[in-house]
């Protein structure tokens, strides 16, 4: 008879309790916490708030025409058209600022699969805010830097079944062109990869090295004038360290921020001016 009596007290609470609703509980992050712990869910995971982005006073973000050209850059051969259909991560980590106030920087197009980059696309922001970009180099920029005469330099690393390292200059920033390395270096192999880009006097140096596991570890260092369409290239036996110069700060008056947000910022003048790049480029 207890046990009859003690049923019938719980039945009876039970019906007296306000139903829960669930449209409030949708629109209270709070509330849905709270009611799952008192159903006994305390431990089942909550999804958190979407963090609000930042919103930066006159921020300026990357033109229409330029996401337009680097989604043309990101089809070929390894991204087909059929293939792209989820928005592709990119890359703006090398930045350099010119004389004059410009800015350099890099942007890592996602070409190998749709998802990868394995092309960089160079895009000067100029000092009065204009956009301008120019045709692709191959590889994943690692190396970005400027000599004592303002000519800038850029090292790249294919990185499709295997890898090797190639050189660039410039004179604006847009108009990049390939410096042949020396083709009689030991380094040569499918994990080759340039680790120093440095100058000289009135010369630039270049430290090259091959991991390949298969093969005796090789490193060399050459050095070539930095002048001239088809500079001689030379071994240096004393390795990198001989009169081998630091390149010159890369940024004075600009950061990079990749923070949280959904883009990559770029601040001069401790944010006087913003400009801003999208991580993901989303197909057409």
């Known amino acids: ?22 449209g409030a509980l949708a629109a209270d992050p709070d509330a849905a916490a709270a009611a799952q712990a008192d159903a006994g869910a305390a431990d089942a ?16 973000r990357a033109p229409v025409g330029l996401l337009n050209y680097l989604r043309k850059q990101t089809l070929g051969d390894w991204c087909a058209q059929g293939n792209w259909g989820a928005p592709a991560p ?29 092309s960089a696309v160079p895009v000067v922001v100029t000092s009065k805010g204009e956009w301008k970009w120019g045709a692709p180099i191959d590889g994943l920029v690692t190396h970005l830097a400027r000599s004592e005469d303002g000519t800038l330099w850029a090292s ?31 380094t040569t192999g499918p994990m080759e990869e340039m680790t120093t880009l440095c100058f000289g006097y009135q010369t630039v140096v270049v ?17 070539r004038e930095r002048k001239g369409e088809q500079a001689a290239w030379a071994k240096e036996p004393k390795g990198v360290d001989g009169g081998c110069l ?21 601040l001069k003048d401790a944010g006087k001016q913003v400009f801003s790049l999208p991580k993901l480029l989303r197909p057409r």
């Open 45 to 60: 995971p909550v999804a958190a708030p979407p963090k609000a982005k930042r919103v930066f006073k006159g921020e300026r």
């Open 156 to 186: 790249t690393q294919w990185q499709i079944e295997g890898t090797y390292p190639a050189l660039y200059r410039s004179k604006d920033g847009i108009a990049w062109k390939e410096v042949e390395l020396p083709k009689e270096r030991a």
């Open 246 to 266: 630091p390149p010159q700060p890369t940024a004075e008056h600009w950061t990079r921020d990749a923070g949280d947000d959904d883009r990559v910022l770029f």
């Open 207 to 223: 430290k090259i090295a091959n991991s390949d596991d298969s093969a005796a570890p090789a490193v060399e260092v050459w050095s």
């Open 90 to 118: 990119m890359e703006a980590s090398r930045f350099l600022e010119l004389r004059g106030g410009s800015l350099l920087f890099f942007v890592q197009v996602p070409n190998y699969l749709c998802s990868s980059t394995n």
């Open 1 to 22: 008879m207890a046990v009859e009596v003690v049923a019938a007290a719980l039945l009876s609470m039970a019906l007296s309790a306000e139903p829960v609703d669930a």
